[in-house]
C-alpha cells in the first residue's frame, strides 16, 4: 500500500508510522511526506530516511480549493492509495475528502468524539473527566468526524497541565497509529456506515481499545 503522511509542523506521528513501515514485512510503505509548511521540522526526518519531501505551501494559493486540488494532483501523480494526516492543521474541503473517501485517515488527541477541534488538552483538563485519549479516524468532511479505527484511553492525572496531557497521550498515538496503518494496509478494516469493523480481530485482546503492540 503507497502511503502519503501529510505534516504540518513536528512530525512524530509521521516519525512512528516511518519506523513502522521500515520493519521488515510491514504491508505498507510511505512513498511522499507533504508538508504545507516549508518550515515543518518533520521533512528533514522524512528526507533523512530517503521518503521524498514536499512543501505545498497554502499561502500560494489563493482559496481552500486550489490548495485542496494541487494536493489531490500531487498525490495522484505519486499513485498514493492512503492519505495520513499526521498533524496537518488545514482544514480539507469536503470536495477533496469526499474523493479520497475511505482512503484518507486522521489522528486526532482526544477519545473521539468527545473533544472535538482545537484546544483539546486544555478542553480535557477543563472538562473534570478522568480519561481522555486518542483516536485514529476514517476522514469526513465535518471536522474530527468519521469512523473509528483504534483508541487508546488515557488518564487525566490531579494534577496535569496541557502539555503534562499531551505527552502522556502522544505515547499511545505513536503507538495506534502504527497499528491502525498495519490493520487498514492489510485490509482488514471494513466501514459499515458510520462504523469500521476489523476483521479476525480477537477480541478483547484486539478489540484496538488500547491495543497491545501484537495485533
Ligand atoms: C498530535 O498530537 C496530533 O494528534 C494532533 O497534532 C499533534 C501533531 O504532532 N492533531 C490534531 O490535533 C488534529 N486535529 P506531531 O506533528 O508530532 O505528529
Given at each position: 500500500m503507497r502511503?502519503a503522511?501529510?505534516?504540518?509542523?513536528?512530525?512524530?506521528?509521521?516519525?512512528?508510522?516511518?519506523?513502522a513501515?521500515?520493519?521488515?514485512?510491514f504491508?505498507?510503505?510511505?512513498?511522499?511526506?507533504?508538508?504545507?509548511?516549508?518550515?515543518?521540522?518533520?521533512?528533514?526526518?522524512?528526507a533523512?530516511?530517503?521518503?521524498?519531501t514536499k512543501?505545498?505551501?497554502?499561502?500560494d494559493?489563493?482559496?481552500r480549493e486550489?490548495?485542496?486540488?494541487?494536493?489531490?494532483?500531487y498525490?495522484?501523480?505519486?499513485?498514493?492509495?492512503?492519505?495520513?494526516?499526521?498533524g496537518?492543521?488545514?482544514?480539507?474541503t469536503?470536495?477533496?475528502?469526499?474523493?479520497?473517501?475511505?482512503?484518507?485517515?486522521?489522528i486526532?488527541?482526544?477519545?473521539?468524539?468527545a473533544?472535538?477541534?482545537?484546544?483539546?488538552?486544555e478542553?480535557?483538563?477543563e472538562?473534570?473527566?478522568r480519561?481522555t485519549?486518542?483516536?485514529v479516524?476514517?476522514?469526513r468532511?465535518e471536522?474530527d468526524?468519521?469512523?473509528?479505527?483504534?483508541?487508546a484511553?488515557?488518564?487525566?492525572?490531579?494534577?496535569?497541565?496541557?502539555?503534562?496531557?499531551a505527552?502522556?497521550?502522544?505515547?499511545?498515538?505513536h503507538?495506534i497509529y502504527?497499528l491502525?496503518?498495519?490493520?487498514?494496509?492489510?485490509?482488514?478494516?471494513?466501514?459499515?456506515?458510520?462504523?469500521?469493523k476489523?476483521?479476525?480481530?480477537?477480541?478483547?485482546?484486539?478489540?484496538?481499545?488500547?491495543?497491545?503492540?501484537?495485533?
Amino acid at each position: 500500500m503507497r502511503v502519503a503522511v501529510l505534516i504540518s509542523s513536528r512530525g512524530s506521528n509521521m516519525q512512528a508510522l516511518v519506523r513502522a513501515c521500515e520493519a521488515e514485512g510491514f504491508p505498507a510503505e510511505i512513498v511522499t511526506v507533504l508538508s504545507n509548511n516549508p518550515d515543518a521540522g518533520g521533512l528533514e526526518f522524512a528526507a533523512s530516511h530517503n521518503i521524498p519531501t514536499k512543501v505545498i505551501n497554502h499561502r500560494d494559493y489563493e482559496n481552500r480549493e486550489d490548495f485542496d486540488a494541487a494536493i489531490s494532483e500531487y498525490l495522484t501523480e505519486q499513485r498514493v492509495d492512503l492519505i495520513c494526516l499526521a498533524g496537518f492543521m488545514r482544514l480539507l474541503t469536503a470536495e477533496f475528502v469526499n474523493k479520497w473517501r475511505d482512503r484518507i485517515v486522521n489522528i486526532h488527541p482526544s477519545l473521539l468524539p468527545a473533544f472535538k477541534g482545537l484546544h483539546v488538552h486544555e478542553r480535557a483538563i477543563e472538562s473534570g473527566a478522568r480519561f481522555t485519549g486518542c483516536t485514529v479516524h476514517y476522514v469526513r468532511p465535518e471536522m474530527d468526524d468519521g469512523p473509528i479505527i483504534a483508541q487508546a484511553a488515557v488518564p487525566i492525572l490531579q494534577d496535569d497541565t496541557p502539555d503534562d496531557l499531551a505527552a502522556r497521550i502522544l505515547v499511545q498515538e505513536h503507538r495506534i497509529y502504527p497499528l491502525a496503518l498495519k490493520l487498514i494496509a492489510e485490509r482488514r478494516v471494513k466501514v459499515h456506515g458510520s462504523v469500521a469493523k476489523i476483521i479476525d480481530a480477537s477480541e478483547p485482546d484486539t478489540s484496538l481499545i488500547n491495543p497491545s503492540e501484537d495485533n
